[in-house]
């Protein structure tokens, strides 16, 4: 129990009424019945607070929550007591949830409830536990506040944010997939996977026409393909220091987790399998999952991934996937490349080429984007602007030799990524190249 400001700001008063008494008689009697009144009001008041009856509170939590994505937590303060009382919280947030809500102060009516919901935003993946709300329960005269601590906790899971998943489920309810920049592109016959027969149109080519449909009934029939299903898909994470690097608010190994959903998902809608692999000091495997009813079993081996202070090792990669996955698939590769990565990645990436369809993909910082933007004013600005391009030029090249090698390759910032992998996912299934 501790006393409030206004039981400081009376003994104050009361204070400076003494000093009045000391110099001046005739406040001598007024000096004492305040001290008689203000010392009677604060046993009366401390007794009426230590004998109430503590609040109960019940917190209602959403079932998950994504990274950096603000979560509405609701909590019901009961109050047993008889009369109103006056009340001020603090939830048991983790370290890695911020809210700009707490504390709460407000009045809970007598014998009733009091509904408090606030905005909780996760900065950081895994697993935390709320702990016990801290209360105060002011005094009827407000001179002593009761601290108390719910007992109660609650865990909840902290995933990766998946809205671009989330948004790209809408917008394909509604065919309007390429508002992400997700583009299905048109390739009549390319793909291998007979779909059905149906009429004939201008353009299909005539290795397409089914004759003997034709004959039968009179009039040109068309075989129409679609893209192949049950092939299998395999993202390679990189989880070293060099993903740590902050790209905006977030690590580049957050965006690179979001890419990684929204690829997932569109994968196992399209019938493929779709499995897991984490390097660069966490390393852990997820065998090829399918169905849509799979993305669960992703989100949940995905929620805990956390980046590492130790290098990435491509060739130990390369081989750990080798021994794992036997059957052909697409290896996609989400890393951020380095310029000195040409002396140790291509030979792993030559490795995984034998049995496997390979792409790079390396996360682009947007801040070099947008410096090379930035007017060129000084001669510091110059030197930057300089450094900047031939940066981005030895990356080029380094991109260029990859390729050269047979590995195809991506290279787009935070923003872009996760909608230029889709897109090259879905031609790659329209081209028939796995």
Known sequence: MIPTLRLLRLSGVWFALGVCAALWPQFMVLWQV??????????????????????????????????????????????????????????????????????????????????????????QRGEVVFTGCHTRLESLFGLWQRKAVDPQSSSVKIYPNYEPVVRYTLLTMTNRASEMGIVAKNRVGQSRDFHQLRDYQDGDVLSQVDWKATARRGHLISREYREQRDQ??????DSGRRMRTLDGALPQFEHCLNSVLLLSYIALRQGDQVGVMSFGGTNRWLPPVKGQHSMNVILNHLYDYQTTTAPSD????????????????????????????SSHLIVPLQLLRRRHLVVVASLREKEMSDRLKAPVINFNDALLNSAGHAYLEERAHFLAKLRDHGVMTLDETAEGLPSALANMYLDIKKRGSL
């Open 34 to 123: 305040f001290g008689g009144g203000l010392l009677l009001a604060i046993i009366m008041d401390a007794a009426g607070v230590l004998t109430s009856k503590p609040l109960r509170i019940e917190r209602q939590l959403p079932s998950r929550l994504a990274l950096s994505i603000p979560h509405e937590v609701g909590l019901t303060i009961h109050n047993p007591n008889g009369r109103a009382v006056t009340v001020e919280f603090y939830d048991g947030l983790p370290e890695t949830v911020e809210s700009e809500q707490l504390p709460w102060r407000g009045t809970v009516p007598g014998r009733g409830f009091t509904q408090v919901n606030y905005i909780a935003t996760p900065m």
């Open 232 to 237: 299998t898909l395999i993202l390679m994470v």
């Open 314 to 341: 491509f060739s130990e990669a390369a081989e750990q996937l080798m021994a794992r996955q036997r059957r052909r698939s697409l290896v996609v590769l989400l890393t951020n490349l380095r310029t000195e990565d």
